[in-house]
């Protein structure tokens, strides 16, 4: 099983709709989470960190479920600016601080 | 806002030729990464430095690889001898500034890619 795993995608997204989607993680000991978002090419940028209560950052939204071991992300009123590759990646301490990657889901947000 | 710089955008070495990728970290960060993306692939880690040592490091980084921190900003990496399957996006991270916060929250420079023919 993969450490970090995310449905590939593409969610094709109406413009202003809600997406949603998960990323599973297999080791428990992991113990930070975050989204990350990647447009073509270019570098991770940090979207949020992923807290235990969950938490909100304007129109995204992102949740841990630490028994089931995964973490989501929704977007409401989607953007076309919105169209990305969003990156989820979990963080073990003991390890370094090395974050593990999973491959992306991939969001087209379409008019 | 501060931001982790990388030198150069983009790189092309033959097979075989010793590469060095430059970055500097965010100024008062103090855990320093490396990781890369094989066009289509997922980022993978490379190494993670703190306090002047490699405090982990991958399968992927063998001998060839190697880090340094020469001076107080910048953070570089090497490969000594270049493979055609060393192409690749490269970033730098940091994470984790001098009063303790935020430690695991690591900041992304926009990468060198290595391109190696």
């Known amino acids: 099983r993969k450490e970090v795993e995310q449905d590939p995608g593409p969610f094709n997204v109406p413009e202003g709709a809600t997406v949603a989607f998960n990323c599973t993680y297999s080791n428990s000991a992991s113990q930070s989470f975050f989204w990350y978002r990647q447009d073509c090419r270019k570098e991770p940028k940090l979207l949020m960190s992923v807290y235990s209560s969950g938490n909100e950052d304007g129109r995204f939204t992102a949740q841990l479920n630490r028994a089931s071991q995964y973490i989501s992300l929704l977007i409401r009123d989607s953007k076309l600016s919105d169209s990305a590759t969003y990156l989820c990646a979990v963080n073990r301490k003991a390890a370094g601080n090395k974050l593990t990657f999973g491959g992306g889901t991939r969001v087209l947000v379409k008019p | 806002e501060p931001e982790v710089t990388q030198t150069p955008s983009h790189q092309v070495t033959q097979m075989g030729q010793e590469v060095i990728l430059r970055c500097v970290p965010i100024?008062?960060?103090?855990?320093f990464y490396w990781y890369r993306q094989i066009l289509g692939q997922k980022v993978e880690f490379l190494v993670s430095f703190y306090n002047n040592e490699i405090s982990e490091k991958s399968e992927i980084f063998d001998d060839q690889f190697s880090v340094e921190r020469p001076d107080g900003s910048n953070f570089t990496l090497k490969i000594r001898s270049t493979k055609l399957e060393d192409s690749a996006m490269y970033f730098c991270a940091s994470s984790g500034s001098r009063q303790g916060r935020g430690t695991d929250t690591q900041y992304f420079g926009p990468g060198t890619r290595l391109t190696v023919l």
């Open positions: 100024s008062n960060h103090l855990y």
